[in-house]
């Protein structure tokens, strides 16, 4: 796969990877900005943006939006994270440029439309309403917010509703105009594409954005910590989370691979012994959640009142048993092989594949060949992953429990199991 890159002269980086063996196109523009980047006052303005958009810009009001797009038997969407947000579609190959007019209009003449703002601020509520009443989406946010309090990465990427109800068009185009400058944007397409018109239709387009950033975003520190929710709710969800790798940690990819010999997969060591052996959950993983600053290494799992007591031990165990004993050859083994399964499966979708090079130049100021990565797994040992446990589990500990009927452990008593395991 051949990918191309041009940068614009205002600084728009524009980069295609050309595969004419099929007739579609996957196309976007990410921006790198998301919840963390925002103050307390703004906490979720990148997402309503990102959902405001779609209401309307100068040439297209909402309904003319969808309709182009579907009447050409495409597809527009959009999605805000912690650091990225990214508007995107997919098209059969002659209608790359309309879908890509439709994309820059959403970044550079958004209408903002009073009325349109005004229903879509009760959409966007909703739509945190609807998170709060789901537990698992729900112990994350408290888990986040527990391990990074008081920063921008510890707010909830939709905000709070009274920061929703207060946003206005002056409000979010004073934040687009700061954020969405041309050096902190790629533009990527991926399929039956040909990078010199791509590059013609986004320099027609785009060529009006500022330039450069005018913000300067805090540090962000994990630092641990505990929150306990006591719902009435029927299941009682829990997280454990340690300092993890930000995405620019050389050894990044050691914590993927840990992370799957522990709890990555049906085949990892939690899967097997909580809930195969055991039976103390239906759900259980580990996750390496990074970030640009920090990162956090975290356990989930979702059980019942009756079995929290017993389940916690048995996941200290299993942190006792990979903190001082080398992983197993096989189990070493197959772990790389599952990571470097997913990343060359995913490189066959069109859409992850432009995602993944937007996301890497955007990060790493290039887009990082496959084969350097798998290196990096391959070279990767027994040793290493001994040593990195060892470094996890003695950073401080988050605690996170939502739904805790009847008797539950606090933060001391937990802290005080994972000393007594190593």
């Known amino acids: 796969m051949e990918i191309k890159q041009t940068t614009l002269k205002n600084g728009l980086r524009v980069l295609t990877a050309e595969r004419p063996q099929i007739e579609s196109v996957s196309l976007g523009i990410w921006v790198n900005t998301g919840s963390a980047l925002e103050t307390k006052e703004d906490n979720g303005i990148s997402h309503f943006i990102e959902h405001m958009v779609f209401k309307g810009t100068k040439k297209r009001n909402s309904l003319q939006i969808s309709e182009d797009i579907e009447n050409a038997g495409g597809a527009t969407n959009a999605y805000t994270s912690r650091h990225f947000t990214c508007f995107y579609a997919k098209m059969l190959k002659n209608d790359l440029e309309l879908a890509a007019d439709v994309i820059c209009d959403f970044i550079t003449s958004p209408t903002f439309d009073a009325k349109e703002m005004k229903k879509e601020k009760e959409v966007v509520v909703q739509e945190i309403k609807q998170s709060n009443d789901s537990p698992d989406d729900l112990v994350f946010d408290y888990f986040q917010e527990a391990a990074f309090p008081d920063q921008a990465t510890g707010r909830t990427i939709l905000g709070p509703i009274e920061n929703v109800r207060g946003f206005d068009a002056k409000r979010m185009r004073q934040y687009m105009s700061t954020h969405y400058a041309a050096e902190n944007m790629v533009a990527v397409a991926v399929g039956n594409v040909n990078h010199e018109a791509f590059v013609k239709m986004i320099e027609a387009r785009m060529m009006s954005i500022p330039e450069h950033c005018d913000y300067v975003a805090d540090k962000q520190v994990y630092s641990g910590g505990a929150r306990v929710e006591c719902k009435d709710i029927e299941q009682t969800h829990i997280i454990l989370g340690f300092r993890g790798a930000s995405y620019l940690n050389p050894d990044y990819y050691q914590y993927s691979v840990l992370s799957t010999i522990f709890g990555g997969g049906m085949s990892s060591r939690l899967f097997q012994e909580i809930r195969e052996k055991r039976g103390l959950v239906y759900t259980i993983n580990s996750f390496n959640q990074a970030l640009k600053d920090d990162g956090v290494f975290g356990i989930y799992a979702g059980t019942t009142p009756k079995e929290l007591e017993e389940l916690l031990p048995v996941v200290t165990d299993e942190i006792k048993k990979i903190v001082n004993e080398p992983v197993k050859e096989a189990e070493l083994k197959r772990a790389k092989t599952q990571i470097k399964a997913s990343l060359l499966m995913s490189l066959e979708s069109s859409s992850t594949t432009a995602e993944i090079i937007a996301r890497q130049v955007l990060l790493y100021g290039r887009v990082i060949p496959t084969e ?23 950073s401080p500990l988050t605690y996170t429990i939502l739904g805790c009927k009847g008797k539950y452990p606090n933060y001391d008593e937990v802290k005080k199991l994972l000393k007594m395991s190593f």
């Open 372 to 394: 350097e990565i798998v290196a990096k797994i391959e070279n990767i040992t027994a040793s290493d992953l001994q040593k990195l446990a060892q470094k996890i589990f003695t």
